[in-house]
């Protein structure tokens, strides 16, 4: 409407050949500093916003699931012609823009003809700024040895971590936890950060969209309640176990914040390590873990990680077991690994020395460059 009341004309804005745009029969097409997705089904064209109420993805980018665009990052729907969002979720609506033909051209006008709206959803729990609470030393221990809890079988990472954490309860009267990973049903990382960094979200988007993934478990232990992490893998085939990996793959999230927001989760934490194995490669162990976990925010502890190898020859593992469970010297090395992480923690609380602002360093240091995609303010 003009100043008057009468109805504007459309700012029509010819993009070419509409035969250029059936095949693929969904586009991202810019209109100036516009985004917009551009499809055709069934002989309609439609065009819609180019950017998703979430977090921004490029739904031009995604894929037509019947009547909807799909968004590429974390599949959110909306329909192609009306921009609103699949049944159950209409109070979610992307603008729409008028599309026409004429003289065998497609036209889409400049300005979009319905605002966006957006339902309110409340935010995922996790997603508060961590804040410690008032009360003992808490330590979280994570056993990343597979098992099967039907089949329990002794594993000596877990032993020595398990001593370790009786250890922190008895003499230090801390809280402790222990998490086996192997009782948890969490789908690996699908990838979201290799799509843009933007698309990993924290919490993780497979977090937010499954409310089954239990991976809520770790996120919650890591960020908001531990004061000391102690993780606990066997040596796989030269390397943690595999499952230490699907979940560090999750934590991408965690790290990611720091990359895109300059945003630090984890302050005045520390991290230790029991590394176990009938084969050697201790030290390269020990080097991912010490690495991934410092571009986290993890401090460590003088001497930071215990460990136990016979060696490569050393194939009798039942030798090993009996070995790690009459060994008092392991196991002690295990209290006092978590005695060092406990007065690590105690110091850095007593001194806020990662409580304040940590300016960008080391890897972060430098800040990652992006092209403009367009965010929802800037297209309603």
């Given at each position: 409407m003009?100043?008057s ?24 097409v ?32 995604g ?32 603008p ?31 997603e ?19 098992l ?10 877990e ?49 937010q969209?499954?409310?089954?993934d ?6 919650e232990g ?20 595999a ?22 989760l ?35 502890p003088?001497?930071?990680y ?6 490569w ?68």
């Amino acid at each position: 409407m003009n100043a008057s009341g009468a109805q504007q004309e459309p700012d029509w804005v010819d993009l070419g050949p509409e035969a250029a745009f059936r095949d693929p029969p969904l586009q991202q097409v810019r209109l100036g500093t516009t985004a917009v997705a551009v499809s055709w089904r069934d002989g309609v064209f439609g065009a819609i916003s180019g950017v998703c109420n979430h977090v921004g993805g490029p739904l031009g980018e995604g894929r037509l699931q019947g009547e909807y665009v799909e968004c590429p990052w974390h599949y959110w729907k909306f329909h192609h012609c009306t921009g609103v969002g699949e049944p159950g979720f209409e109070a979610d609506q992307v603008p729409r823009h008028l599309v026409k033909v004429e003289a065998g051209r497609l036209f889409v006008s400049r300005r979009p003809v319905t605002k966006r709206a957006k339902s309110p959803h409340a935010p995922h729990a996790l997603e508060r700024e961590p804040v410690r609470a008032p009360g003992p030393p808490r330590v979280l221990g994570i056993s990343t040895t597979s098992l099967d809890p039907q089949h329990p079988r002794y594993s000596t990472s877990e032993a020595l971590l398990e001593s370790a954490l009786a250890h922190a309860r008895e003499a230090h009267g801390a809280e402790a936890r222990l998490i086996r990973l192997a009782e948890l049903e969490f789908r690996p990382c699908e990838g979201f950060y290799s799509r843009a960094a933007q698309a990993c979200t924290w919490p993780c988007s497979i977090t937010q969209m499954d409310p089954e993934d239990q991976l809520t478990e770790v996120y919650e232990g890591l960020v908001h309640w531990a004061d000391v992490v102690l993780l606990a893998t066997p040596i796989r085939w030269g390397s943690a176990s595999a499952l230490y990996f699907k979940m560090v793959e999750r934590m991408n999230c965690i790290q990611n914040q720091i990359t895109i927001r300059d945003r630090v989760l984890i302050r005045d934490k520390v991290a230790a390590f029991v590394i176990t194995g009938g084969q050697d490669n201790v030290q390269g162990v020990a080097g991912q873990l010490l690495s991934f976990f410092a571009e986290l925010g993890f401090v460590f502890p003088p001497f930071p990680y215990v460990a136990h190898s016979r060696g490569w020859s050393a194939e009798d593992m039942e030798n090993n077991v009996r070995y790690v469970q009459d060994h008092a010297e392991l196991h002690e090395g295990a209290r006092q690994l978590v005695e060092r992480a406990l007065g690590t923690a105690a110091a850095l609380r007593d001194s806020g020395l990662c409580s304040a602002k940590i300016e960008r360093g080391g890897r972060k240091a430098h800040r990652p460059h992006r092209e403009p995609t367009g965010t929802p303010e800037s297209n309603a």
